[in-house]
């Protein structure tokens, strides 16, 4: 199954925001998350649609997606290394 459509599936949007995805997918706290994002230190982009500080911030489906799959590439890669003979 595509990730991305998963998503989609699960949020119901094309955009979700930083704070609904923050514990599960990234491991951290919304406030972390938040901080992070103003920094531009998560692994993907982040956007307000008002420049407002009570807007909330959103990721795009497609970027969760790429940035999960990548993670899962990744850990394949490591796994394949020490697991295929």
Not at 8 to 37: D, V
Not at 39 to 63: G, M, N, Q, V, Y
């Amino acid at each position: 199954m595509n990730t991305q459509f998963a998503l989609l599936a699960r949020f119901g949007s094309t955009t979700i925001e930083l704070k609904e995805i923050s514990q599960e997918f990234l491991g951290i706290t919304a406030k972390t998350a938040e901080q992070k994002a103003k920094a531009c230190d998560l692994p993907f982009p982040t956007f307000k649609l008002r420049d407002s500080e009570r807007s909330p911030t959103l990721i795009k489906i497609e970027d969760l997606g790429s940035y999960i799959d990548e993670q899962y590439q990744s850990a394949r890669e490591e796994w394949e290394s020490v697991n295929v003979h």
